[in-house]
């Protein structure tokens, strides 16, 4: 088998600009790891976007082979966990970011970092939730480990036609939760409503300048953005509610204050997916599973080609892109 494969690769010039390139590299290249895998699908993500256009300082070092998660199958392995021919999962663990990623059609990783992949999936429908629909995932067991029942009422979702929120409406939605999703596009209204969504309001209502304490209108939330969305979403939260935060597409910052947590007893869960342990991962997956309506995974994904990878990062970075972006690799 030839040891020569494809790979996305981003680079410095001696001026130190960035350049991306798709490349011809070889298994010598691949950094140290225990386990090298043959890439059959990744993903775009909002990370990855930034990392290709270079939006934003998300690759540490240079060069590097964006993309944060990665499915395919084992080639060789030294650990003991695995073995030639098993199907794996890789989201996050700093690949695409300090370890080369999954933006091509080989990986050579820790095994640690690695989940089985599920049998009820394909490599492209994993990816198709990929990081995304794992961080929903994450965040819909968030909101349940607090008690947010469908019986307690509504759960807004900010970013709603992305790649978290369209998996998180559907998940909702499969759960039996009654779901407000939040965009600016009108576009995608009649998108959001096949994957489950009872009501859409526009981003609008939730990122311009807000009240300390709203008018209750959710019980839980799940949010993207971080800034004014996050804030406005914890004032309107109802009394015990709570909302979980794994993005910050439009701000790091939190202007808020503490009237929501001390006098509606409102708590913000912070939900990391790049770090979760492993059996955290595990449990998310199979859940992913067996909620997952494939009918509509195949409505919320588009595949393009691994070249097509660097043209289509800045469409993600500026929110142009629904649903979610597999990339066909192996």
Request: net charge negative; with cysteine.
């Amino acid at each position: 088998m030839s040891t020569s494969f494809k790979a996305v690769l981003i680079t410095k010039d001696d001026n130190g600009a960035q350049q991306v390139h798709l490349r011809e590299m070889t298994e010598a290249d691949l950094m140290d790891g225990d386990v090298t895998i043959a890439v059959a699908a990744s993903s775009l993500n909002y990370k990855d976007g930034l990392a290709i256009s270079g939006k934003a300082p998300v690759v540490r070092r240079f060069p590097m082979i964006p993309g944060i998660d990665l499915a395919g199958t084992v080639m060789r392995s030294a650990h003991p966990a695995w073995r030639e021919g098993d199907r794996v999962i890789l989201n996050g663990f700093g690949v695409g970011e300090t370890h080369y990623g999954g933006l091509a059609e080989r990986a050579r990783v820790n095994g640690d970092w690695l989940v089985p992949l599920p049998d009820g999936f394909t490599e492209a429908q994993a990816m198709a939730l990929g990081t995304a629909g794992y961080t929903a995932m994450l965040c819909v067991m968030a909101l349940e480990r607090h008690g947010i029942s469908p019986d307690r009422g509504p759960v807004v979702i900010s970013g709603a036609a992305g790649g978290v929120g369209s998996v998180a409406v559907g998940l909702l939605a499969e759960l039996g939760y009654e779901v407000t999703a939040s965009t600016g596009r009108l576009e995608t209204h009649d998108y959001l409503r096949e994957l489950g969504a009872s009501d859409i309001i526009h981003r609008e209502e939730l990122s311009g300048d807000g009240k300390p304490l709203a008018k209750e209108r959710w019980a839980g939330g799940i949010d993207v953005a971080g800034g004014r969305t996050l804030a406005n979403m914890l004032s309107a939260t109802r009394y015990g509610g709570a909302v979980a935060a794994c993005g910050l597409a439009e701000s790091m910052g939190l202007p808020a204050n503490v009237a929501p947590f001390i006098l509606r007893g409102v708590s913000l869960l912070g939900v990391d997916s790049v770090m979760a342990p492993v059996s955290l991962r595990l449990e998310a997956w199979r859940r992913l599973e067996n909620l997952t309506d494939r009918s509509k995974l195949a409505s919320v994904s588009t595949t393009i080609p691994l070249g097509m990878a660097i043209e289509s990062a800045p469409q993600i970075v500026a929110g142009n892109v629904r649903g979610r972006l597999v990339v066909e690799t192996g």
